[in-house]
């Protein structure tokens, strides 16, 4: 059985971090889980096992993922570490003919009308997805043995039980997307009530868009709605009854939405030169990396430590605001061997965009923020500590009662590059502005594209009214 307590003895052991990624977005997080060196720290200790999954609708985004797996496998065999201490799955969904997602989600929709039907469209593998068909394809493999959907999970459950240090899971997706959005609680719910029965925490990563994806897609209004009611204990109750089954909040162990904004900012700081698309389509990729890979770096960061910190600094049903701050970024803005007045102007001036591109309302406040600074030494991180500490009082914390930042000091192992990762806990949906971007889209939808973007089976006064 996994010891997933926390007490004295074991609190400064590394723990393992099994992950799940859906969608592209999702596979991103596998991504960096499985690039990071701290994955290959934790499994030379014998007693660890991990395991990391991808799933997605078609094959399109599983290679990447599949070859970083591959890769770990090799490095993990040099070193001696046994290849079965270490369990990857990729799952790749299929489309089923539109006649047999009718049918499947006829029973799947009990006594509510089935929100499938003939006129639906249903995409080819590897398209974009309407959130209510992803979740149709996803239950529809996960009621049919022949995928193998179902025991995929089962595999990724009993591996990770084996490990005799303590563990966590997390499931990755993009909030924005159909597919990752429109199966994240479904497969969550079948992980952690119904296959896990609640013993182990599963934390829930849920990433923002950036204005370079252009509108927020009314999936984000939908996306939060349905999360906010599934993470808050007073409306549950009202919730589920308006469901076809019972759901309950399958994220114990956490809830983090992650802002990518700033870092998308700082990149089209870059040069105008080059062609528009391309030069686009790369800052797009670098971003989402760079949030990705960033994010799980800070995950296993210090053996539990700094993700265990800013959990706890969370009441129960809150959530906690990831944000990406990137203050230089190799080649953009100022260059190696430029003065080092000039880097420390440039990484003040990022520091100063912090509300800019935070994307929270300007009304916000937290009790409590947590921050990871990365920064060469040379540049002198204790003056950069002082500033965002400053910024962060003026523009987030709650003024009288205890307020707390904490600032931990790093050094990033490119010295080119200086960013912080910063957490607050105690938002809600109503706090994002793009939350409120995406109701506006959300209401000039017809009835029918609006069902499309959900992911539950809500009735609409229950749907909007959190936003009344």
């Known amino acids: 059985m996994t010891n997933t307590e926390t007490n004295d003895k074991d609190s400064q052991l590394p723990y393992c971090l099994n992950v799940i990624g859906i969608g592209r977005s999702g596979a991103g997080y596998v991504d960096g889980l499985l690039r990071t060196g701290e994955i290959e720290d934790i499994l030379l200790d014998p007693r660890a096992r991990i395991s990391a999954m991808v799933v997605d609708i078609g094959s399109k985004y599983l290679s990447r993922p599949e070859d970083y797996a591959d890769t770990l496998k090799c490095r993990l065999e040099e070193q001696g570490i046994p290849g079965d201490n270490f369990n990857f799955q990729s799952v790749c969904l299929d489309v089923p003919k539109s006649s047999d997602l009718i049918t499947s989600t006829t029973a799947l929709s009990g006594s509510k009308k089935n929100w499938i039907n003939k006129k639906t469209d249903i995409p080819e593998a590897g398209s974009h997805f309407a959130r209510a068909v992803a979740k149709a394809i996803y239950n529809t493999a996960y009621a049919d043995d022949s995928t193998g959907l179902s ?202 965009h912090l509300d800019d591109f935070s994307g929270l309302k300007k009304e916000f406040r937290t009790q409590t923020a947590d921050v990871h600074l990365h920064v060469p030494r040379e540049l002198g991180s204790e003056h950069f500590g002082e500033k965002i500490t400053q910024r962060l009082t003026d523009s987030f914390l709650k003024t009288g009662g205890k307020s707390n930042i904490n600032i931990a000091h790093h050094e990033f192992f490119d010295h080119l590059t200086s960013y912080a990762d910063i957490s607050m806990t105690g938002i809600s949906q109503g706090d994002l502005n793009q939350f409120w971007e995406a109701h506006d889209g959300y209401l000039k939808l017809s009835s029918e594209e609006q069902k499309m973007c959900h992911s539950w089976l809500l009735d609409k006064d229950v749907v909007l009214s959190k936003v009344a």
Request: charged share 20%; net charge negative.
């Open 151 to 352: 025991e995929a999970l089962d595999i990724f459950i009993a591996h990770l039980k084996k490990s005799e240090l303590k563990s966590r899971i997390m499931v990755c997706f993009n909030l924005a997307g159909g597919t990752g959005s429109g199966i994240a609680l479904d497969l969550a719910q079948h992980l952690a009530n119904e296959k896990l029965g609640g013993e182990m925490p599963v934390i829930g990563v849920g990433q923002l868009p950036h204005s370079g994806d252009g509108d927020t897609s009314p999936n984000v209004f939908a996306s939060l709605n349905e999360l906010a009611y599934i993470s808050n204990n007073e409306k549950n109750a009202s919730v589920t009854k308006n469901l076809d089954e019972d759901y309950s909040n399958p994220f114990k162990g956490g809830f983090f939405i992650t802002n990518t904004e700033h870092s998308w900012q700082r990149l089209t700081s870059y040069t105008p030169t080059g062609v528009q698309e391309v030069r686009d389509r790369f800052r797009q990729e670098v971003t989402n990396k760079f949030t990705q890979d960033s994010f799980m770096r800070f995950a296993l960061r210090d053996s539990d430590s700094a993700l265990r910190q800013v959990i706890n600094s969370a009441d129960e049903g809150q959530w906690i605001y990831y944000n990406l701050a990137k203050f230089t970024h190799p080649g953009v803005q100022v260059l190696p061997g430029e003065p080092i007045s000039k880097w420390r102007r440039v990484i003040d001036q990022w520091i100063d």
